[in-house]
């Protein structure tokens, strides 16, 4: 999930992830319940129009909301709420789900699923994209403050699934800062994999993780300019 907002510390509250289960985004006027009790009802199996429906009919308030679901499937589903401050709406896509409000216009949330459904690599790469092509088509009218990226993934072993955690809770350029941190992230996702190819004894995997570990740290800095 990739969120910015003129908000403080939006990552802090929009994004809820679980490996092998799904994504949940609440925002407008957030609802912590909706990540936390959305993704236990994902896990239980519900589909995604079922947890939206359990959770809105639940909440007195739901027209003041919004809420985005992704399962571990790839299908989406949303809710604007008709209270919710206009300039903004919901959008699904291939794998993906986008949403907005107090936006410059629609076209931000038309840029994200395209940028997303166009973007080759990693989800990652494919979400930070589409987080920079909400931005370049005008974003939050009020202006810019936080950001942030968050990617799950099972680890072997462990009960923890952050793949990439990471945030701008206050910066006067979070996108371009994000940027500069998810490509720090991806260098060093290549260099522990490197090393990981070379414990294991595949010196020539190892040779090739950290070539590609040199090459997006080459490319980076190109890659925060909007």
């Known amino acids: 999930m990739a969120v910015a907002s003129k908000y403080f510390s939006v990552g802090s509250v929009v994004p809820w992830a679980k490996s092998g289960v799904g994504a949940i985004a609440t925002q407008a006027w957030v609802n912590y319940d909706y990540g936390i009790v959305g993704l236990e009802l994902l896990e239980k199996g519900y589909s995604v129009k079922a947890v939206v429906d359990s959770l809105t009919k639940a909440d007195p308030n739901s027209g003041r909301r919004q809420l985005g679901v992704v399962d571990k499937d790839g299908n989406g589903g949303d809710l604007h709420g008709q209270g ?12 993906c789900v986008a ?24 989800l990652g790469d494919k979400l930070m994209a589409a987080l920079l092509a909400g931005d370049a088509a005008g974003g939050d009218s009020r202006g810019k403050q936080s950001a942030a990226l968050l990617v799950v993934k099972a680890m072997p072993g ?10 701008v809770d206050d910066h006067q350029e979070p996108f371009q800062e994000l940027n500069r941190l998810y490509g720090i992230s991806r260098a060093l996702a290549y260099l522990s994999s490197a090393l990981a190819k070379y414990t294991n004894g595949d010196l020539p995997g ?21």
């Open 158 to 167: 462990y009960r923890y699934d952050r793949e990439i955690d990471i945030r």
């Open 99 to 122: 949403q907005g409000n107090i936006l410059v216009d629609s076209t931000t949330v038309i840029e994200l699923v395209k940028t997303f459904e166009i973007t080759t690599g990693t």
């Open 206 to 226: 190892a040779v090739l993780e950290a070539a590609n570990r040199w090459r997006w740290g080459q490319t980076c800095p190109r890659l925060i300019m909007i």
């Open 84 to 95: 919710v401050y206009q300039l903004g709406g919901g959008m699904s896509g291939k794998n």
